[in-house]
């Protein structure tokens, strides 16, 4: 468990790093954007680690519609998510907490 909340932390602190030196190449303000990128960045992971759902259903639709007596099972979203979704998660609260007291200050 440990060893789990070390490489989430670690990774995202390899988050926070990797966007502020985009910030500094593509010249954007890291502070006005940093949520939202932690935002994109953990439903893009969230995403792609998971099956089922919206997509899986309609093509489970097109699939049976020739034949009304093959169905397919219960096709619920399940997600498989790890230390890094985790990471952009941790990301994305920080940065939130952050824009929240920029704003409040300001």
Request: aromatic share 18%.
């Amino acid at each position: 468990m440990k060893k789990m909340i070390g490489m989430t932390i670690a990774i995202a602190i390899i988050i926070a790093i990797l966007v502020w030196v985009t910030s500094i190449i593509f010249s954007f303000p890291f502070l006005g954007w940093n949520f939202f990128i932690g935002l994109g960045l953990s439903f893009i992971l969230f995403f792609f680690n998971s099956k089922g759902g919206f997509f899986t259903k309609s093509s489970a639709l097109e699939a049976s519609s020739g034949d009304l007596r093959y169905t397919y099972g219960n096709n619920d979203i399940k997600a498989n998510v790890g230390v890094v979704f985790y990471g952009s998660v941790l990301y994305t609260s920080v940065c939130l907490i952050h824009m929240i007291i920029l704003y409040v200050m300001d």
